[in-house]
């Protein structure tokens, strides 16, 4: 399979008065298409940093990032933007849920910005909802939604726009084990079905359901199993 993400020497360092923070050091990984991968490191690692960086959040501070080819250093920032919403769905620990939005509005949202017709992207949402096994709780709010339930619409949220990257910021931090094993099962099916998925946690366990392990401490990849077998 092709290079997806390219980066050779990402730096981020973060200024704070006279205090220069390193939080993320001359990482340089390759990740293809099709990829599984998890990255893995303890609390102020810089794992969020670098999925800041990777999901096309941040700049870094020196250092390249291609991603598909594209010198993403280069692009600006409505570029950057665009770059974002059409290749990368986003999965956080905290759901980022709107509180008084139904399922199906919130799964809806990125079809709002996207300039989709209503109608379309309601029937994209409500196809994306049934197939995560949600089509009887797409009027339901988030308060009556389980944990589960609610990592799963903002699931379908970042499916919305077909991205062919979903980066996962620690999805299973706020779940029970059982429930959260449902969701790293989902992210794995959705890996089957060709997506790269990059993961990020704390947790090795959790980081098993990966093909291809990146171990971070201090800012630096101090270990990677390697490319792991992505579909070819
Ligand atoms: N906006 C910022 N300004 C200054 N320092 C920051 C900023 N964001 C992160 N840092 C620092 O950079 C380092 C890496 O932070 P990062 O959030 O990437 O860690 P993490 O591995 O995601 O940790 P956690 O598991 O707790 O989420 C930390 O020391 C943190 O304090
Ligand atoms: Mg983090």
Redesign the pocket.
């Known amino acids: 399979m092709q290079d997806l993400i390219v980066t050779q020497g990402l730096t981020k360092i973060?200024t704070?008065g006279d205090n220069k923070?390193h939080?993320?050091a001359d990482v340089s990984i390759t990740i293809r298409a099709g990829e599984f991968a998890a990255f893995v490191?303890?609390?102020?690692?810089?794992?969020?940093?670098?999925m800041n960086l990777l999901g096309c959040l941040d700049t870094p501070t020196s250092g390249t990032y291609h991603l598909g080819g594209r010198n993403i250093g280069k692009a600006r920032g409505n570029e950057l933007a665009h770059i974002r919403n059409r290749r990368i769905g986003f999965v956080f620990q905290g759901f980022n849920l709107l509180p008084s939005a139904t399922a199906l509005e919130n799964a809806e949202l990125p079809g709002v910005y996207n300039g989709m017709g209503m109608r379309a992207r309601r029937r994209k949402a409500l196809d994306i909802l049934e197939r995560l096994g949600l089509a009887d709780r797409i009027h339901h709010r988030p308060y009556q939604l389980s944990g589960g339930q609610q990592q799963r619409v903002a699931i379908a949220r970042a499916l919305m726009t077909d991205p062919d990257i979903i980066m996962a910021?620690?999805p299973t931090g706020n779940l029970d084990s059982a429930t959260g094993h449902e969701i790293l099962e989902l992210l794995r099916s959705l890996n089957e079905s060709g997506r790269t998925i990059l993961l990020?946690t704390?947790n090795q366990d959790i980081a098993s359901y990966a093909e291809r392990i990146l171990n971070?401490i201090d800012?630096r990849i101090v270990s990677d199993t390697g490319e792991g077998s992505a579909a070819s």
């Open positions: 973060y704070m923070i939080a993320l490191g303890p609390s102020g690692s810089g794992k969020s940093t670098l910021d620690e990020i704390h971070l800012g």
